[in-house]
């Protein structure tokens, strides 16, 4: 792991160099209730899209900047503002963007191997962040990323709308009450169709207008092996972290919200695989991860596949495909989605149900964000960047114990995880379901992962080297992400 501190990255380079020494805008002196909050977005080929039209929205928010890698994506956006009377800032490298004085906010929303640096650079020069999920790409970087925010006293949210959700908020107090027991068992769904990316004969070229040395920025300059090179980047490690860092990461903040605990978990464990096809795909589609918290263990699935070959429906748990059940003593919690909660007893009959009944896509989590922003403390922040490391570094964990796996077949892997029971019951019904989608374990194997025990403390592996090495990675100069933010 290449590591640099501030002084020897800015050495690295002059652009970096001018980002990182601007004089930002005092807010918490400067900024009053008639003064604009000026955001710049940066990667909006897919997400930051929401990011546009959401902070637009906000009363006092104005878009002074675009970013993105893609020039054919950046001067259409950049054409569509101008078209409204609206001159914004536009460029490919977001370095020339922080330079700028006219904004103050830079929302990151590009491939997950940006997220982490960017957002550190933005912090650096003076910009408070909102950065999309998951917010890093490994660990290490995630916890770097808390420190920049609280060293240069930034606000830092992370976009996991979920915790906006009043409803589901109001549902969690009422379980911490004690109107069902104690809880048993945190259990995070993350069923969504997946079919295979294809296959290529060789290496593809690059997309008319991107500056692919940019868009690897610190991720290693590979020949591109996917048919899609946008959003098809989610499957490969070095730039995503697969369903689990995709879309898991909303249901696996939900569940560790609801356990109401900050730390990592103490002991982690994942068997899946990529299977039912053969693709350019390197992450699982199928997934089973388990977060040994006590008293009650947290257990996250991944399937890509669906309920029956040639369907699209998916299969599901008390009606929650995507989704988190919650099981107590009294009874059970379905939240089905990003902003609604139901709560059953023992026999399945409704105790009682929430729903926020504001916007379901997440612009009050832009509302809040941009309140933050004025009142200048984190705490205002109803997704914090802690909040986002820590529910983004549990992806990560349970992605390293399976790359550290080997393939295993079904008679193994049930040897290995018969001590416990909540293990054992979800990895029966994950090869229940391979089973209906023609998936024949004993013939394509499993990938059984390892047991990893964490020192939540220094968020360290205990006695793994190999694991160790894998809460990090190596940066590609100058797209360092500094060990002394």
């Known amino acids: 792991m290449k590591k640099v501190n501030r002084r020897s990255f800015l050495a690295t380079t002059a652009t970096g160099a001018a980002a990182l020494s601007i004089p930002a805008r005092s807010w918490s002196q400067v900024l009053g209730s008639a003064d604009d909050v000026r955001v710049a977005v940066v990667g909006f080929g897919g997400r930051g899209q929401s990011h546009i039209s959401g902070m637009s929205k906000q009363k006092g928010v104005r878009l002074t900047g675009l970013c993105d890698v893609d020039t054919t994506i950046l ?38 191997h940006w997220h982490a640096l960017a957002s550190i650079w933005a912090v650096q020069a003076g910009k408070d962040v909102y950065v999309e999920k998951p917010v890093s790409h490994n660990v290490w970087e995630g916890r770097k990323i808390v420190e920049a925010a609280r060293k240069y006293k930034k606000i830092v949210q992370t976009g996991t709308q979920s915790r906006t959700s009043l409803g589901i908020a109001e549902c969690f107090a009422w379980l911490k009450e004690g109107n069902l027991g104690k809880m048993t068992l945190a259990r995070g769904l993350c069923y969504k169709p997946r079919p295979s990316i294809g296959k290529v004969e060789g290496p593809q070229p690059v997309p008319p207008g991107v500056d692919y040395d940019l868009w690897c920025g610190p991720a290693p300059v590979k020949p591109i092996m996917r048919k899609q090179f946008h959003y098809d980047w989610h499957w490969i490690w070095d730039t995503g972290n697969g369903d689990l860092g995709n879309q898991g990461i909303h249901q696996m903040d939900i569940a560790r919200w609801a356990l109401g605990v900050n730390e990592l978990s103490p002991r982690v464990f994942s068997v899946g695989g990529r299977l039912g096809y053969v693709d350019d795909g390197q992450t699982p589609n199928t997934q089973i991860v388990l977060h040994d918290y006590s008293p009650a263990p947290l257990i996250f699935e991944v399937r890509g596949l669906p309920a029956n070959p040639g369907e699209r429906k998916m299969d599901n748990i008390y009606g929650a495909s995507v989704g988190v059940i919650l099981y107590y003593e009294g009874g059970y919690v379905v939240v089905p989605n990003y902003n609604s909660a139901t709560a059953f007893d023992k026999d399945g009959q409704e105790v009682k149900k929430w ?94 992962g390892v047991f990893l025990k964490m020192d939540r403390k220094t968020e360290r592996f205990i006695g793994n080297d190999k694991a160790n090495q894998l809460l990090a990675r190596d940066y590609r100069r100058p797209y360092v992400v500094p060990e002394k933010v």
């Open 75 to 112: 001067g259409k956006e950049q054409q569509k503002w101008k078209d409204k009377g609206v001159e914004v800032e536009a460029h490919t490298d977001m370095r020339k963007l922080l330079e700028s004085k006219n904004v103050d906010v830079i929302c990151i929303a590009t491939p997950n």
């Open 355 to 448: 729903r926020n009944d504001k916007d379901a896509d997440g612009n009050d989590h832009f509302e809040n964000f941009s309140k933050a922003v004025r009142s200048r403390k984190h705490t205002d922040l109803n997704a914090d960047i802690l909040e986002g490391h820590l529910s983004s570094a549990l992806c990560h964990t349970g992605n390293i114990s399976y790359l550290l796996g080997r393939a295993a077949g079904p008679d193994e892997i049930k040897d290995t995880i018969k001590s416990d029971k909540n293990l054992t019951e979800a990895y029966g019904r994950m090869e229940e379901h391979l089973g209906r989608n023609n998936v024949d374990l004993t013939a394509t194997k499993a990938t059984l």
